[in-house]
């Protein structure tokens, strides 16, 4: 059975991003991104369970929204105001639903990468 999951690493503090905010949206509507799911980060800066799996996982277009700014400010980081990375949005789509289907994202105030995980 195929699924959605993902995780954070602060590569700033060498920890996980353990309580950072997350969006799901669903991008294939006409109307624009519709949230899916909200979420925080659990301790091991992860999803407490898939964000999306079985019949919930259908073939499109997604993006996460990771709250960088928001998790480094909390963590007592002092940050430009701008911040130079605020909301992270990443993009992908997912094609073949029995497929798992990890997007980690590693992150700190100034970058992030990104990749298929499994």
Sequence with gaps: MGKLT???LDTMHGT???GMSVQLFRLDGAGGPVLVRALRLNADGRADGP???GETLT???YRLV???AAYFDSRGVVLPQPP???EVPLDFGIADVSAHYHV?????PWSYS???GS
């Design 59 to 61: 073939a499109g277009r």
């Design 51 to 53: 964000l999306l799996e």
């Design 104 to 108: 980690p994202l590693l992150a700190s």
């Design 6 to 8: 993902t995780h954070v």
């Design 114 to 116: 990104t990749y298929r």
């Design 16 to 18: 996980p991003a353990s």
């Design 84 to 86: 130079f990375l605020d």
């Design 66 to 68: 990771f709250g960088v």
